[in-house]
């Protein structure tokens, strides 16, 4: 094989594993990770972790390493439990293990001396405290992605949500009739409009032509998102702006759903005290519902979800008497 030929074979190479490692890395899903010890502080090797989506009752297992330690990595957003087994020490159960989106849980357990088959139950908060990453950023969760009241249930009206987020003009309102120039108009850390980038389960949104989003999800599907203001890690790198990492409900072993309904008409408005003027609003009405299925699938089961979607506008604006 010629020199050329085999410079050529390197670079391709190379850019195989260069491409898979920027793909890797560029993920929506959480991590959950810790380390395991005896009483005395030593490190436990070879224990038995094993963790459990309490949604799906999918599990993950794996043994620690030579330092005690786990990981489980691509771990899907959601409520797991964890459990650890190793012969001479009691069984090591922890519940609400809560993964998030672009987020580290690390939990670490101390076992106790004991028989496999007695249990030591251990309950509490998940850690807020991102000491792996240098990161800034806000995950919103499931009930506020989906109960919190939008106008035309835009879910990137819920970016603002975060501190570091300030909606521009014509980024509010209803998808539908919108200006797409504007779905993305938000100015995150600091950074200009649109300089931004939003992901779907780790697919990117936005398109060359002036970094547009090309697609707003439906509210009712978003499971949780975050929203990385500052200090964004190397697979990032090319965006000034925020991150916006939405994450889709992964689905359940039962039958789950919701309804909605907004209603808007001239009779509920209001008016201020020294505003001789009615408000004047177009009548309006949004409704639908949404119904997702459990899809019989031995571990993983998507959220099969199916949506009617309604909004009607009706009438004309108020006249400057009050009078339509």
């Not at 109960?147 to 509010?172: D, K």
Request: with cysteine; proline share 5%.
């Amino acid at each position: 094989m010629t020199s050329s030929k085999l410079r050529t074979l390197l670079l391709s190479v190379l850019l195989v594993l260069t491409t898979s490692l920027s793909l890797h890395s560029q993920s929506t899903y959480g991590t959950v990770d810790g380390s395991v010890v005896d009483p005395s502080g030593a490190a436990v090797t070879d224990a038995k972790v094993t963790l459990t989506n309490t949604g799906t009752q999918e599990k993950h297992t794996l043994t620690t390493g030579g330092e005690g330690s786990y990981q489980f990595v691509n771990v899907i957003p959601g409520e797991y439990r964890l459990d650890i087994e190793k012969s001479g020490f009691k069984h090591f159960g922890r519940t609400n293990v809560v993964a998030q989106v672009q987020q580290d849980t690390h939990i670490d357990a101390a076992l106790t001396v004991g028989e496999l088959s007695e249990t030591v139950e251990v309950t509490a908060e998940t850690p807020l405290l991102q000491a792996e990453t240098s990161s800034l950023g806000q995950v919103v969760d499931a009930r506020k992605a989906n109960e919190l009241p939008l106008n035309g249930r835009n879910i990137f009206n819920l970016i603002t949500v975060s501190p570091a987020a300030v909606a521009q003009g014509g980024s509010g309102g209803s998808p539908v009739g919108q200006n797409p120039f504007s779905w993305g108009n938000y100015q995150v850390g600091g950074s200009f409009a649109n300089q931004g980038a939003e992901y779907l389960d780790g697919q990117p949104l936005n398109i060359g032509y002036i970094n547009l989003p090309i697609i707003i999800p439906t509210q009712d599907s978003i499971n949780e998102y975050k929203v990385q203001t500052n200090n964004q890690g190397a697979e990032w790198g090319k965006f000034s702006g925020g991150i916006v990492n939405l994450s889709t409900k992964s689905g359940t072993n039962n039958w789950h759903g919701s309804a909605y309904e907004y209603f808007r008409n001239k009779v509920l408005n209001t008016n201020e005290y020294f505003q001789a003027v009615p408000v004047k609003k177009r009548p309006e009405e949004l409704a639908a519902a949404v119904v997702a299925e459990p899809v019989r699938a031995p571990t993983r089961r998507p959220c099969d979800q199916g949506q009617d979607f309604l909004l009607r506008q009706l009438g004309a604006v108020p006249a400057e008497n009050g009078s339509a």
